[in-house]
C-alpha cells in the first residue's frame, strides 16, 4: 500500500508565503494522480489542486487559482504545494491524495495525515 506523509504546515501571515510537501512511499509513485484537499474545523472537506502522473496537467480550486501551485518529482516520490497571498480563509489541515485519476472530488485510494496552515490576520 501507498503512504502519505505531509509536512511544511505552520503560522503564517496574511499575505506570506507557504510550501507544502507530501512524501510518499511505495514503488509506484509515479503511476499515480495526486491531489491537495484541505478542511477547516466544522467544515467539509474540499479540493484544492490536482496533478497528473506526468506533470502534463493541473486543476485548481477557484480559491487557489492564480494563488497555488502543485507540482510533483517523481524522482523524489514528493508532491508539493506553494501557496502565496495567504489569507485567513486558507486556515485549514491540509490533506495530500494519491488516486489512479485527477479529479476534484473524492475519489482517491490513499490520504496523508495532513498538515495544519494556520494564516493570521
Known amino acids: 500500500q501507498v503512504q502519505l506523509v505531509e509536512s511544511g504546515g505552520g503560522l503564517v501571515q496574511a499575505g506570506g508565503s507557504l510550501r507544502l510537501s507530501c512524501a510518499a512511499s511505495?514503488?509506484?509513485?509515479?503511476?499515480?494522480?495526486m491531489a491537495w484537499f484541505r478542511q477547516a474545523p466544522g467544515k467539509e472537506r474540499e479540493f484544492v489542486a490536482a496533478?497528473?502522473?506526468?506533470?502534463?496537467?493541473?486543476y485548481y480550486a477557484d480559491s487557489a487559482k492564480g494563488r497555488f501551485t502543485i507540482s510533483r518529482d517523481n524522482a523524489k516520490n514528493t508532491v508539493y504545494l506553494q501557496m502565496s497571498n495567504l489569507n485567513p480563509e486558507d486556515t485549514a489541515v491540509y490533506y495530500c491524495?494519491?488516486?489512479?485519476?485527477?479529479?476534484?472530488?473524492?475519489?482517491?485510494?490513499?490520504w496523508g495525515q495532513g498538515t495544519q496552515v494556520t494564516v493570521s490576520s
Open positions: 511505495g514503488r509506484t509513485f509515479s503511476s499515480y494522480a
Open positions: 496533478i497528473s502522473w506526468s506533470s502534463s496537467s493541473a
Open positions: 491524495a494519491a488516486g489512479f485519476v485527477a479529479t476534484m472530488g473524492g475519489e482517491y485510494g490513499y
